[in-house]
């Protein structure tokens, strides 16, 4: 009896507790779902605006997609190509483009040492998007080379139909706009066509397109890679098994720089562009010339001789070896000013990352 008595008391001493307490649990409840009412029409046109119905287009995106293989750890050299990533991704935004970067490898792998995780939140920085293809050792410098051209299948493509895509190499910085962009009315744009003379396959010749560069809408580049194709290539073993479709073996054995296999990649996206070139003979393609520009090249890097006059008839920079090095990032560092001027936030940003990869492996490298 007391202990009902005590309760009743208690209650009427708290009763303010079963009443404001309910009060305000459904006063939140549906402040909170009048906000998601407000929020999901405030949301309306920024829906309509990309799903692209009749007339009303957002603009399209231009990516950049190149790769990188996993550094192994075992000593400061295997960082050549993913130290480049967050860098390469800003020269392609000065020139407009984001960037898509295929990682031969597994999240955990980057989340979980020191310097790969630097690379992807620099990466991140710069709004490019970065895709785990993750497969065993033996089968990772194949996909570094070959995944780049099926990134349009991937789950986590960012990309749209109308979207464009060209792909390049994580070493190479892009550097006259001109060369790079969309052409109107143009379905692929090649760049350096002309370079690589021609290939035979099944007693069939083909022109020898380079990978860096090629670019197309995204349906465009779906239509290159999967019409006529039973195998859609998507992740690392369906890559391979649509690889062994034209190659055999090659597809999975290891790859030696020069070797047939090396060149895999260059030869099936050539393949895959005259097979699309004979489905769609009226549709037409964009051979960039190179006439009067060229590279500046890793075997004579004279960035410091360069004056703007110069740099405007370069198109790209193949970029030097181990460019973290304090001796060679001030090799480099002359034509970071002419792309970006030598007191842009862009050459404060390059300068504070290097720093900062530094500092994350200087267990491996003595300076
Ligand atoms: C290639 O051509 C040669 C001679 O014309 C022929 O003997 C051979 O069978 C052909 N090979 C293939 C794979 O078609
Ligand atoms: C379609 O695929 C077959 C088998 O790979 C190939 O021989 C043929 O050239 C392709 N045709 C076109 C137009 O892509
Ligand atoms: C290409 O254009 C020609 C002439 O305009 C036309 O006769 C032909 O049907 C077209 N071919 C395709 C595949 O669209
Ligand atoms: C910018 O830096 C370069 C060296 O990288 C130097 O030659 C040039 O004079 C500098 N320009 C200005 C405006 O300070």
Not at 24 to 36: E, H, I, Q
Not at 61 to 85: C, H, K, L, M, Q
Request: net charge neutral; with cysteine; proline share 5%.
């Amino acid at each position: 009896m007391t202990n009902i008595k005590q309760l009743i008391q208690r209650v009427q001493r708290y009763r303010f507790r079963f009443v404001l307490i309910p009060m305000a649990f459904f006063a939140f409840v549906f402040k909170f779902s009048y906000l998601t009412q407000v929020e999901d029409q405030s949301l309306q046109p920024l829906q309509l605006s990309t799903t692209r119905k009749s007339g009303e287009r957002k603009v399209p995106i231009n990516y950049a997609v190149f790769a990188t293989s996993t550094p192994n750890g075992e000593s400061y050299r295997s960082y050549d190509y993913a130290y480049n990533v967050p860098l390469t991704a800003l020269a392609w935004e000065r020139i407009g483009f984001r960037s898509i970067v295929l990682i031969i490898g597994s999240r955990c792998e980057w989340e979980n040492e020191p310097a790969l995780k630097l690379i992807l939140s620099r990466l991140e920085e710069r709004r490019g998007t970065a895709i785990f293809v993750d497969s065993p050792l033996q089968y990772r410098q194949t996909l570094s080379q070959t995944a780049r051209i099926f990134v349009a299948n991937m789950e986590t493509f960012p990309g749209q139909n109308d979207d464009y895509m060209i792909t390049t190499d994580s070493d190479l910085w892009p550097l006259r706009r001109e060369h790079y962009i969309p052409r109107p009315g143009s379905d692929i744009v090649l760049a350096h066509s002309a370079c690589c003379g021609y290939f035979s396959m099944n007693n069939k010749s083909y022109q020898h397109f380079p990978m860096s560069n090629i670019g197309a809408s995204v349906s465009t580049w779906l239509q290159i890679t999967n019409d006529n194709n039973s195998i859609v290539a998507r992740d690392a073993e369906s890559i391979l098994d649509y690889l062994q479709e034209v190659f055999g073996e090659m597809a999975r054995s290891p790859v030696v720089v020069g070797q047939p296999a090396w060149y895999m990649d260059q030869h099936i996206v050539s393949i895959r562009i005259a097979e699309w070139m004979e489905r769609h003979p009226n549709q037409s393609v964009h051979r960039v010339s190179d006439n009067g520009f060229s590279r500046l090249d890793r075997p004579k890097w004279d960035a410091d001789k360069l004056s703007p006059a110069d740099f405007s008839l370069k198109f790209d920079t193949h970029l030097l070896l181990k460019g973290y090095l304090p001796s060679t990032h001030a090799r480099i560092k002359p034509l970071i000013h002419l792309m970006y001027g030598n007191d842009s936030w862009e050459t404060k940003w390059i300068e504070e990352y290097n720093q900062e990869f530094l500092s994350k492996i200087k267990n491996w490298v003595s300076l």
